[in-house]
């Protein structure tokens, strides 16, 4: 049997071994394995063989023969200025190329910071507050027949437990109001804003920077801190410590500080006053009877949690909080109340919305930075496809470096070099087009991003961010180039082979995949928005202007309000509502009709408006008439909506009676008219059942709607409708909003997601044809010789535009024909949370990829034509 | 008179390479000591006592041609030179002159 010495032994010896000396001690150790296996056995043998060869790990046999020859330095200062020297000069030898690669680069490097910068906002919310890592809300989850619901409005009593019985857990809990608009009046000045009562230790919680006044500011009950924008819309200059001022035309406060305005990055970013929860309480009465009512869910609990302690213990800990305390209510108990934290850097990524966390903001945030990524991904591709494709030109450059003496590592720091000074040039060219681009880019994503030039993290960050980048884009080109074999290259042969050419496709192919697939995804973003915008909404957007009815003022003035401004001849009709026209803010069940199924249990909008509302807003009838004044019976008349026929499944419902039990009274209706569904919430969503009618039974109408005149144009009605308000109302600012324009803002998530995909497609497709335009002028340059001889044997120049132009042209079908059932899986599921929406159409598909094959040929064949048709007896001539 | 140190052990393996005369190199040397001395000598041992007295110039040492065995990896053989065999004889001196200095009797007691 033959044996063979231990494989690992061996390979130990190989290891350590010099070389010099490894042939006779491998040789001889082999040979007397020979004789051990003879002599002794194999199993002796082997063992041996291990002992012997540990016995030569010692210094003499591990220590290597010094060269004869003396020691290269690999980075020795003269040749680092020559690298430069030599890359520098070949920069400006090419300057077609420099451009596309350095230019290239900046644009992937502004979308990867521009991308990395929003990331950076989205994650950093609300880090604005210091105790940011402790802030919480308190919120309650609630199960209803299997539904699962969380609530961040919690009912007044739970507020008093956990100060009672729980105050230990916490520095601070801050009981407050949901934030609302209020009338802010000092002097003349009358503005509204959004604010929220809250309790006395929230400015020192928040951590508010103050500029006048201090954090006890909410200590006395009659007191208001307000953002530094507001306190200079409303006293102008003068020092608004101690003012004087009024909220809603009825509180007296003064105002005891002024804190720095909250930047957009902060949940209360537009909370511009904060006053006294006591003087909240004191003004409504339905809130001091509220103290001990569980079922009640109207405030907001903010807490500090003790810096010994965590979210989960506390949440632990505060569980029961309400459930200890409803024992006799079973219908809440039955819904298991659970109270938790919701720590306040969840507030912003991690929502709860229909019963679990949204996942939306997250998945946005890994869209935008995986996309920054690719673009990034994108542009170092260029340069590595320029780099490889000239690689030819600097072959001889690396045979001659070599043959004086270069060794690898040399010429592979060498164009590393080369690639981390275009990377340098690319970053500060990236700089100055972020500088121009930021605001733009703001505008389009609404946020308030700047640059952090004193942030040590982010000139870390973008150190990391050149080293990481110029290795991606040098990697490949200095350890290609630096293996080509001086011999072959300075002979003149061919270094680069067929299969070079490889990589090179793959990588256009890849380049093409996503630019192709950020189109298609922009035009469907498109075609659903416009899909959605274009639906019928059921009423006359145009000319229609909403004001809330804040104050008392209004209260007995419609009908004077409605006889003067239609006096103007500017308004052609007005009319109150509940609620905006662009929200519906009351649903209610408890609706009896003919033939109702006790399984029918969804909710109505239920909304009161008085009677020329349907004249004002434009109701489209289906059936029946609208509310009249001349019949004293419409009073208790009722006007239902397309989808609440079908709901009731009445054939003809007109005359019915529809009954209404609201809390512990029944009220009885006549329906006098079916409407076409208004689209009035999401314009996404289908529209729900609703019934509109005169009675206030669930609230007054709180909203006036004023229908401009068709034949007056706005800016002439406008001041018009202005004097009569400040007449009639002179407390009230005049602060209107347009329907339309409300309507619309329905659009703005939807229109923001389009335009940052637009903005990242035009880049990418941008990016990729530079890279195509580089790699066609290379290979029209490679082939002169060929185009030469063939124009010589008579090829015309349209078969010459097409034998360069055909390569590309597969490569772009075939990045279509990938990128096809990607983009139409992601954008399919991005519509299915839609459920009004639009097709994804197959012609989006063609006419992307046509689209894309036009521009490649348009970029491609400048360059093929122009090759086509040079002279062949210059070609021929050269060299 | 200026003489280098000589071991016990490199004495014997410069005997031995003597003795092997043409064909002394590494394993040969290993073989022959353990079948002469009767001790398990280690591999290495051999051959950085060889490396050593190389470096004394008590031995040379020539590459050999390609060998059939040992996957034709080549051998390196060991010849003593002058300086070596100089050292030997002086080594056999010393001890012949000692063992000429011994009393009879002492000799006759070890057997002699």
């Known amino acids: 049997m033959h044996s063979n010495p231990p494989r690992l032994a061996d390979r130990f010896l190989q290891f350590f071994c010099a070389p010099h000396l490894l042939e006779e001690v491998q040789g001889d150790l082999h040979e007397e394995f020979e004789y051990q296996v003879k002599h002794a056995g194999a199993r002796r043998a082997r063992w041996r063989y291990w002992r012997d060869v540990l016995g030569f790990f010692q210094p003499r046999y591990i220590k290597r023969k010094p060269s004869q020859y003396p020691q290269t330095y690999l980075f020795s200062l003269n040749m680092l200025h020559n690298y430069f020297k030599i890359a520098v000069r070949n920069l400006l030898k090419n300057k077609g190329y420099s451009f596309i690669n350095i230019g290239g680069l900046a644009v992937g490097m502004v979308v990867a910071i521009l991308s990395g910068l929003w990331v950076w906002d989205e994650l950093s919310f609300n880090q604005y507050h210091q105790n940011y890592a402790r802030i919480a809300q308190v919120m309650i989850k609630e199960t209803d027949e299997g539904n699962v619901g969380y609530s961040n409005s919690v009912p007044y009593p739970l507020a008093t437990e956990l100060k009672t019985n729980y105050q230990s857990n916490f520095k601070h809990i801050v009981t407050s109001s949901n934030a609302g608009d209020y009338i802010l009046t000092a002097g003349e000045n009358k503005f509204l804003r959004k604010g929220q009562f809250m309790e006395a230790k929230a400015p020192e919680m928040l951590s508010l920077k103050m500029i006048y006044g201090s954090w006890a500011g909410l200590n006395d009950p009659h007191s208001i801190l307000i953002s530094a924008s507001t306190a200079q819309a409303l006293f102008g200059n003068t020092d608004p410590l101690n003012q004087v001022m009024k909220i809603n035309n009825k509180l007296d406060v003064t105002v005891t500080g002024v804190y720095e305005d909250l930047p957009l990055n902060s949940v209360f970013n537009d909370i511009n006053f904060f006053a006294p929860f006591d003087l909240w309480v004191s003004d409504n009465e339905w809130v001091r009877e509220s103290a001990n009512n569980w079922h009640n869910h109207f405030l907001k609990v903010y807490v500090e949690i003790q810096p010994t302690t965590d979210f989960e213990r506390v949440s632990k800990t505060i569980k029961d909080a309400e459930l200890k305390n409803i024992g006799d209510l079973k219908d809440k108990v039955a819904e298991n109340p659970q109270v938790f934290l919701h720590p306040m850097h969840n507030w912003h990524l991690y929502p709860f919305k229909n019963g679990a966390v949204n996942p939306e903001p997250t998945q946005m945030v890994w869209l935008i930075g995986i996309i920054g990524a690719f673009v990034l991904l994108l542009a170092c591709i260029n340069f590595v496809n320029l780099s490889t494709a000239r690689s030819e030109k600097r072959a001889k450059e690396v045979g001659i470096r070599k043959a004086i003496g270069s060794v690898q590592g040399q010429l592979i720091s060498q164009f590393f070099s080369e690639s981390f000074l275009v990377v340098l040039l690319s970053f500060f060219l990236a700089f100055v087009l972020l500088l121009f681009t930021l605001t733009w880019f703001n505008d389009l994503s609404a946020k308030a991003i700047s640059i952090p030039w004193t942030n040590a993290y982010f000139w870390l960050f973008c150190l990391l961010f050149i080293f990481v980048t110029g290795l991606l884009a040098g990697s490949y080109p200095s350890f290609y180039l630096s293996s080509f074999q001086p011999i072959k290259v300075l002979k003149g042969i061919n270094v680069v082979n067929r299969f070079a050419f490889t990589p090179r496709k793959v990588l256009v192919v890849f380049q093409f995949t996503i630019s192709v697939t950020l189109i298609i995804s922009t035009i469907v973003v498109y075609r659903q928005v416009q899909f959605a915008k274009n639906r019928p909404v059921g009423y006359t957007r145009e000319g229609l202007l909403m004001l809330a009815m804040k104050s008392d003022a209004f209260s007995g003035k419609h009908e004077i309000l409605r006889t003067e401004l239609k006096n103007t001849g500017a308004v052609s009709e007005i009319s109150a509502s509940m609620g905006r026209m662009t929200q519906v803010s009351s649903n209610n069940d408890g609706l009896e009709w003919k033939g109702k199924k006790p399984e029918q249990d969804k909710n109505f909008s239920t909304l009161t408006v008085s009677h020329e509302h349907g004249k004002t807003v434009g109701w489209q009838f289906v059936k029946g008439r609208d509310f009249s004044r001349k019949y004293a019976t419409d009073s208790s008349g009722i006007v239902i909506n397309e989808a609440a026929m079908k709901y009731m499944g009445l054939q003809n419902p007109v005359g019915e009676t529809i009954s209404w039990k609201f809390r512990e009274n029944t009220a009885y209706f006549q329906v006098i008219g079916i409407i076409k569904d208004m689209v009035m919430e999401s314009p996404y969503e289908p529209v729900k059942p609703a019934i509109f009618y005169i009675k206030p039974i669930n609230g007054k109408p709180n909203w006036l709607n004023v229908k401009i005149n068709p034949s007056v144009s706005i800016s002439q009605a406008l001041p018009k409708i202005e004097a009569v308000f400040k007449k009639i109302v002179p407390t009230v600012p005049f602060d209107y909003q347009f329907v339309d324009d409300e309507y619309n803002a329905k659009f703005k998530a939807e229109e923001r997601i389009g335009k940052l995909a637009t903005f990242f497609a035009v880049l990418a497709i941008f990016i990729s044809c530079l890279g195509l335009f580089g790699l066609a002028s290379f290979v029209a340059e490679q082939r002169t010789k060929e185009i030469g001889i063939r124009k010589v044997l008579g090829a015309s120049v349209a078969g010459i535009w097409q034998l360069l132009s055909k390569d590309f042209v597969v490569l772009v079908i075939l990045s279509c024909l990938i990128s096809v059932p990607i983009s139409h899986y992601f954008m399919d599921g991005w519509l299915q949370k839609y459920t009004y929406r639009t097709e994804i159409s197959w012609w989006i598909f063609g006419v992307t990829s046509l689209g894309a094959l036009g521009i490649t040929l348009l970029t491609v064949s400048f360059q093929a034509i122009k090759a086509a048709l040079v002279n062949p007896v210059k070609s021929l001539k050269s060299e | ?112």
Do not use: D, N
């Not at chain 2, 393996?13 to 003597?18: F, G, M, N, Q, S």
């Not at chain 2, 353990?34 to 590459?63: C, N, P």
């Open chain 2, 1 to 112: 008179m200026k003489r280098t140190f000589l071991g016990e052990f490199e004495e014997i393996v410069l005997l031995t390479v003597a003795i092997l005369g043409e064909e002394a190199y590494g394993v040969t040397v290993t073989q022959e000591l353990e079948q002469k001395t009767g001790r398990s000598v280690g591999f290495s041992t051999v051959h950085t006592t060889l490396q050593r007295l190389e470096e004394k110039g008590f031995l040379a040492s020539q590459m050999g041609g390609a060998t059939a065995e040992r996957g034709g990896r080549r051998k390196r053989f060991f010849t003593v030179t002058a300086a070596g065999r100089k050292a030997l004889v002086e080594v056999k001196q010393v001890r012949e002159e000692l063992w000429g200095a011994l009393p009879p009797q002492t000799l006759q007691l070890m057997g002699g």
